[in-house]
T-cell receptor
Framework: DQQVKQNSPSLSVQEGRISILNCDYT??????FLWYKKYPAEGPTFLIS?????DKNEDGRFTVFLNKSAKHLSLHIVPSQPGDSAVYFC???????????FGTGTSLTVIP | EAQVTQNPRYLITVTGKKLTVTCSQN?????MSWYRQDPGLGLRQIYY???????DKGDVPEGYKVSRKEKRNFPLILESPSPNQTSLYFC????????????FGQGTRLTVV
């Protein structure tokens, strides 16, 4: 059973606008969350993370929001750029655990 | 340059023929893991290793073996590959545990016919 879900397989956004990628999880024990970006023919690369003691973390154009009661996190990219076109994976883990659980990915296309 | 190196990048093999995919990292990371990526299923963890001689099963370990004899290397072994193991495989490493950012290799595209 998928413990981390990304219900939107794809998303298209105009350049300069905001991209919002969503992720839901079912395991209330998860307390650390990460976003990875993946270009074709490359491995995923780390983008941003958040621990459950926070509800927001920013890094430049990227902001991750965490809503623990809803078991939901989102990644906001503002402004979106064509180079942001990639597949985005969210991942979750327990701070006391050793396993990673990834979502199915959302393919973002930023239209120039 | 910090990197995780997987070999081979592409492999076509026949059912039942044992194969090994190698993974090496140069960052002195304790934690290493293997994932497979399949359409509609995302990345799923196969095995992970906390340190030398310490390995454990992830979500989908059936049909795979691993070993961690040296800190830098974490090979993935398919003793008797089957067509349902056709997938894109990634090796990753990180410091301490998985809740720090992981560095991924470029992937190995495996086809079992």
């Amino acid at each position: 059973d998928q413990q981390v879900k990304q219900n939107s397989p794809s998303l298209s956004v105009q350049e300069g606008r905001i991209s919002i990628l969503n992720c839901d999880y079912t395991n209330s024990m998860f307390d650390y969350f990460l976003w990875y970006k993946k270009y074709p023919a490359e491995g995923p690369t780390f983008l941003i993370s958040i621990s459950s003691i926070k509800d927001k973390n920013e890094d430049g154009r990227f902001t991750v929001f965490l809503n623990k009661s809803a078991k939901h996190l989102s990644l906001h990219i503002v402004p979106s750029q064509p180079g942001d076109s990639a597949v985005y994976f969210c991942a979750a883990t327990e701070l006391t655990g050793n396993q990673f659980y990834f979502g199915t990915g959302t393919s973002l296309t930023v239209i120039p | 340059e910090a990197q995780v190196t997987q070999n081979p990048r592409y492999l076509i093999t026949v059912t039942g023929k044992k194969l090994t995919v190698t993974c090496s990292q140069n960052m002195n990371h304790e934690y290493m893991s293997w994932y497979r990526q399949d359409p509609g299923l995302g990345l799923r963890q196969i095995y992970y290793s906390m340190n030398v001689e310490v390995t454990d099963k992830g979500d989908v370990p059936e049909g795979y073996k691993v070993s961690r004899k040296e800190k830098r290397n974490f090979p993935l072994i398919l003793e008797s590959p089957s067509p349902n193991q056709t997938s894109l495989y990634f090796c990753a490493s990180s410091t301490f545990q998985g809740w720090t950012e992981a560095f991924f290799g470029q992937g190995t595209r495996l086809t079992v016919v």
